[in-house]
């Protein structure tokens, strides 16, 4: 064999050589490459937390016991000694609930020259139940109470108003007012219909002779 072939063939062999090694170098490359993807563990992303987000959580207050609520008369009965005479009667109670009543409507009082028939009273009933002022009747003095009387649909005398007394500082008015207590008046009218109005009277006081 000649010197150039012998050139050739160790030419070749080195490439071939050459080749083969660069092969097993990217095997081993590819191979470590694939082990590190596999076995490598994604690191967390860190996130940025800010103040705002996060929310304090304030626990509620703990719950108190609920006490059970007990019937009044069953408690005294268990607190009883027992003896050998026979158990009362039960008691009932029969006392009346009180029911709600609503508040009266607000009676309007026509003024005297709105009516067309003015209230009318039973004066010498009235008059004959007066009791005359103690203070005046020593010492014989006569006098008058004016007074505004209201008087409602159905003849109610509602309210009574002294306007004034003469003279004053004698009990006049006082008198006069409590000679309407426990009388009624056939009601004022607006072309005959019952209506609530208002009726000035003077109450004079007159000692009999």
């Known amino acids: 064999m000649s010197s150039a072939e012998t050139f050739n063939l160790g030419r070749v062999r080195f490439l071939t050589f050459a080749v083969v090694a660069i092969l097993h170098v990217l095997l081993i490359m590819l191979v470590a490459f ?3 993807t596999i076995i490598a563990v994604p690191e967390p992303v860190a996130g940025v937390m800010k103040l705002v987000d996060v929310e304090e959580r304030i626990l509620p207050p703990p719950e108190r016991p609920v006490e059970p609520i007990t019937n009044t008369i069953e408690t005294v009965a268990e607190t009883m000694i ?9 008691v009932l ?9 609503s508040p009266p409507e607000e009676i309007k009082y026509l003024q005297q ?16 139940a007066a009791v005359y ?16 009387l209201f008087i409602d649909q159905y003849g109610n005398i509602r309210e009574i108003t002294i306007l ?5 500082g004698r009990g ?8 309407f207590k426990g009388f009624k008046a056939k009601p004022a009218e607006v072309n005959g219909t019952p209506v609530a109005a208002r009726l000035r009277f003077n109450f004079t006081f007159r000692i009999k002779q």
């Open 34 to 36: 694939n082990i590190e």
């Open 82 to 90: 027992e003896t050998d005479e026979p158990p009362p009667p039960p």
């Open 172 to 179: 006049f008015g006082e008198a006069a007012v409590n000679a």
């Open 113 to 128: 020259h709105l009516v067309t028939a003015l209230a009318v009273l039973p004066e010498k009933e009235i008059i004959g």
């Open 93 to 101: 109670y029969t006392e009346d609930v009180p029911v709600p009543v």
């Open 164 to 168: 004034g007394e003469n003279p004053p």
């Open 133 to 148: 002022p103690s203070i005046a009747l020593r010492s014989g003095i006569e006098g008058t109470a004016f007074l505004d």
